[in-house]
């Protein structure tokens, strides 16, 4: 059996567990696509680690559910295919980092927003939280000093006079 019918049959059984309930949700906080992890598949996922591969399809499903940018979905796809297989710990990430040579913040961004989709499936926080922080800083080309008055006085005296 394929993981793809297994992953089919699983949530055909999830649907008809919820098929008879009708009207308004009582737990709104609850959706059913958060079943897709049972409690023991939650605990059996996090000593197997992530494999986003076979999670792909319900992935780009919840990219596209998302307000994200087209330029952004493909983004994020591309590293994921690039440099992601499976992240059992997070040593993973420092490992996966290390082969990585231009594009880091692309790759963390493209992480993030995978532990996000994750996270909304019901896989635990905690572990999720351990991968989040193994990733590294990324620093911005953004200047953040703001001059005082006297020094910006300072460098326009500096000007050389207009003719």
């Known amino acids: 059996m394929s993981p793809k019918s297994s992953f089919s049959s699983k949530m055909s059984q999830t649907q008809a567990e919820?098929?008879?309930?009708s009207g308004r949700d009582l737990n709104p906080g609850l959706r059913l696509e958060r079943t897709f992890f049972s409690e023991k598949k939650l605990h059996q996922e996090n000593s197997f680690g992530l494999?986003?591969?076979e999670h792909r399809e319900q992935f780009e499903g919840w990219l596209q559910s998302?307000?994200?940018s087209e330029y952004f979905k493909a983004d994020v796809l591309s590293y994921l295919k690039r440099y992601?297989?499976?992240i059992r710990e997070p040593f993973d990430i420092v490992s996966m980092f290390s082969k990585v040579r231009r594009g880091k913040r692309h790759l963390v961004l493209a992480l993030r927003?995978?532990?996000n989709f994750y996270e909304t499936v019901g896989v635990?926080?905690?572990y999720l939280d351990s991968l989040r922080k193994a990733l590294p800083k990324v620093q911005c080309g953004i200047d953040l000093k703001i001059p005082s008055?006297?020094?910006i006085l300072d460098s326009l005296r500096k000007l050389p006079e207009p003719r």
């Open 113 to 115: 927003t995978l532990f």
């Open 124 to 126: 635990d926080k905690d």
């Open 66 to 68: 998302e307000d994200y």
């Open 51 to 53: 494999k986003w591969l």
């Open 84 to 86: 992601v297989v499976e």
């Open 18 to 21: 919820f098929e008879w309930c």
């Open 149 to 151: 008055e006297a020094e």
